[in-house]
């Protein structure tokens, strides 16, 4: 495929191989851009920004509209390239495909819904006879800098909310995994959106990524990402905006009132789908004395049945050519690695703990805090959990792998800053003004 910049579809000489991770085959090229084509797509991308600062709420949540119809009718064919270029299963492409499809439909309807406020200057002193009103304007350009793991969605959460604000935006896919992007910026294109107001660069991040993100013309940067990247990006960026929507080795809770079928199905679902590579995978196990046996007995053969036709049952973590066996962890104590750092694959760590101080205790203990779960009948506890851990995210009976997209879904901690889903994200991608009239 080609790049999307200068309001054209563009090609260079020099381009990088995109290859299914599962079988290593290549199955396309996309230019390398450089640091002149990040130039030469903001040149452009200040034109788009101010049409689509004209462009009223109803022009863009119009073509916002038919994007989504259109994705509805290359779903079949987005699944596809999804799976293809990120390597996970035919039914979690199309998964994600449709997920893609509903994040550009909600974002279409949060276009018509952005309001500013009345503040009432009356209740200050000297404020006698004024009347003051926010107004809530789009930052100008947004660059959306994605990870590869889910190469439609994550990139749809970025560039429907900007659309929807009236901002210019910039992509700036995973090298791995640029097809799924390029053709989102088809199907916009056909939708009706100003070729000036999108570009979609792809390139390494080392290289491209650095001159995007201290380019004084973008005001927005809305990264997903890990950690050490999203950390040198803030201090890279200078005074812009930024959401970082990074890593993390989300919690379960399981206590001895729990349903155990329950827990260890979603526990299975959690830490196992997309082969692990979800920032909300379920990573450590917090399992108190009373059921922590029957738990390993339960979770273990849900485990085997993840693994799929031909597989086996996995005692311990064998990488087998390009795939990693499904790994459960047992007695993992808070000081391993596992219980500190993010995992990002196919493993749980299983940890017994006396109670729920400890379990909570143990949740918090690490500088993460994007997703956790716990699994009791007690409503008491279930509500402390809730209160006490420091998470973005709280799941009472349920694994921490669930997502609404238009939730308002985002990190505490090194997990990141600021907030997802198209209501949120449009907040952020906006700027507020503040009008007073004096009478
Ligand atoms: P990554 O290595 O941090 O890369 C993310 C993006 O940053 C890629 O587009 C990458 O480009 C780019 N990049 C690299 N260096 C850069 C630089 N100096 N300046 C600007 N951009 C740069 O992450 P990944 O391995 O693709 O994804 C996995 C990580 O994402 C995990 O930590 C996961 O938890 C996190 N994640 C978080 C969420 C969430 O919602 N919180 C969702 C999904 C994933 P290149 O590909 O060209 O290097």
């Given at each position: 495929m080609r790049m999307f910049l200068g309001g054209q579809w563009q090609d260079r000489s020099s381009r990088i191989d995109v290859t299914n991770?599962?079988?290593?085959?290549?199955?396309d090229t996309v230019p390398k851009a450089t640091a002149a084509d990040v130039d030469s797509a903001l040149a452009t991308l200040v034109e788009g920004a101010k049409i689509m600062r004209n462009m009223p709420a109803y022009d863009r949540s119009a073509i916002l509209r038919r994007a989504a119809g259109l994705m509805l009718a290359r779903e079949q064919d987005l699944g596809r390239t999804i799976s293809a270029e990120e390597g996970k299963i035919l039914a979690e492409g199309l998964f994600e495909a449709s997920r893609a499809r509903e994040t550009i439909d909600v974002s279409a309807d949060e276009a018509r819904r952005i309001t500013s406020e009345v503040v009432p200057l009356d209740a200050a002193p000297g404020g006698k006879g004024k009347f003051g009103f926010t107004l809530r304007v789009p930052c100008g350009i947004v660059a959306a800098i994605t990870p590869f793991n889910f190469p439609l969605n994550l990139v749809a959460h970025k560039v429907g909310p900007a659309i929807a604000a009236g901002n210019a935006v910039v992509i700036k896919p995973a090298s791995d995994t640029p097809l799924s992007a390029l053709k989102l910026v088809e199907i916009l294109l056909e939708a009706g959106l100003p070729p000036e107001a999108i570009a979609c660069v792809t390139g390494g991040g080392g290289e491209i990524g650095n001159v995007l993100c201290t380019d004084r013309r973008v005001r927005k940067i809305s990264f997903t990402g890990s950690y050490e990247i999203g950390d040198a990006i803030c201090r890279m960026a200078g005074v812009k905006r930024v959401t970082m929507e990074l890593g993390s080795n989300s919690p379960v809770i399981v206590l001895d009132d729990a349903d155990l079928e329950k827990a260890a199905n979603l526990v299975a679902v959690s830490g196992f789908s997309n082969a692990g590579q979800v920032c909300i995978s379920a990573q450590r196990i917090l399992v108190t004395t009373g059921v922590y046996g029957d738990f390993l007995d339960a979770l273990k053969p849900r485990v085997a049945s993840a693994v799929g036709a031909g597989a086996k049952l996995v005692t311990g973590g064998q990488r087998r050519g390009t795939i990693y066996e499904p790994t459960i962890l047992a007695d993992v104590s808070s000081a391993m690695r596992i219980s500190c750092d993010e995992l990002f694959g196919p493993a749980v760590a299983v940890t017994c703990v006396d109670g729920i101080d400890e379990a909570i205790r143990l949740a918090n203990s690490t500088n993460y805090g994007l997703s956790a779960s716990i699994f009791t009948r007690d409503i008491d506890r279930a509500l402390k959990f809730a209160r006490e851990v420091d998470s973005g995210n709280l799941h009472i009976n349920w694994g921490?792998?669930?997502?609404?997209?238009l939730m308002p879904y985002g990190g505490l901690k090194d997990s990141g800053l600021g907030k997802e889903g198209p209501h949120y994200a449009i907040r952020e991608m906006t700027e507020e003004k503040m009008v007073v009239i004096h009478g």
């Open positions: 991770p599962y079988d290593g085959a290549v199955i921490t792998q669930w997502r609404a997209d």
